[in-house]
Structures are given as structure tokens and as C-alpha cells.
Nanobody
Framework: QVQLVESGGGLVQAGGSLRLSCAPS????????MGWFRQAPGKEREFVAY????????VYADSVKGRFTISKDYVKSTVYLQMNSLKPEDTAVYYC?????????????????WGQGTQVTVSS
């Protein structure tokens, strides 16, 4: 069953912005690390960002640092990825993931909980 549901993807011009959302379905992920990954056509899935549930720890891939921001709404139990200054190379399917430990997201992501992804397309 789907436990994480992403939304907010779409088509945007280079330089534009999008905000992705990730909401739990059927369970909660309190005290979990929440992260975002992406996979472009013909490429491997890559890490984008993660945050601790408290929000006190955030880590970003170098390719998105300064442009993307991960945040949480504790009332809605929703995680967001604000993406600014988008580039064509940001085009990918974006996935939300949850794991009890940060090292699972970065070193063993196949053991995490995953959403089904949302398409982001950036036109030049």
C-alpha cells in the first residue's frame, strides 16, 4: 500500500519555481528522517535532500544547495521541497522517502519507505 503521497510536480520554465509536497497515507512517520530523491530518464536515482523530523538537521546535494529548501508542516505531517531557480537538468521524477535513520536514506535507500513519485519538467 502507498504510504507516502507526493504532489506538486508539473511543467515550469527555467528560472521558475515549484513546491512539492509529501504526505503520509495510512500511517505516521513521527521521528523519521524524511528525504527527497529524483531520477532523470536514463539515469540512476540520486539524493536531493533530507531533514530530521524535528527539522533541526537538513542536508542537501551540492547540485541543489542554495536553490532547494526542505521543510515540514507538523500539523499536516507534510514535508515540502521548495524548488527555486529551476534548471532543465532538474527535470526528473521526484520521490519522497522516509527512514528512521539518516544513513538509511543516504546509504541504503532501498530499505526506506517510498512514494510513487511526481514528475517535474523544466523547459529551457
Amino acid at each position: 500500500q502507498v504510504q507516502l503521497v507526493e504532489s506538486g510536480g508539473g511543467l515550469v520554465q527555467a528560472g521558475g519555481s515549484l513546491r512539492l509536497s509529501c504526505a503520509p497515507s495510512g500511517r505516521t512517520f513521527s521521528d523519521y528522517f524524511m528525504g527527497w530523491f529524483r531520477q532523470a530518464p536514463g539515469k540512476e536515482r540520486e539524493f536531493v535532500a533530507y531533514a530530521s523530523w524535528s527539522g533541526g538537521t537538513t542536508v542537501y546535494a551540492d547540485s541543489v544547495k542554495g536553490r532547494f529548501t526542505i521543510s515540514k508542516d507538523y500539523v499536516k505531517s507534510t514535508v515540502y521541497l521548495q524548488m527555486n531557480s529551476l534548471k532543465p537538468e532538474d527535470t526528473a521524477v521526484y520521490y519522497c522517502a522516509a527512514a528512521r535513520y539518516a544513513w538509511v536514506l543516504t546509504n541504503r535507500p532501498t530499505s526506506a519507505y517510498w512514494g510513487q513519485g511526481t514528475q517535474v519538467t523544466v523547459s529551457s
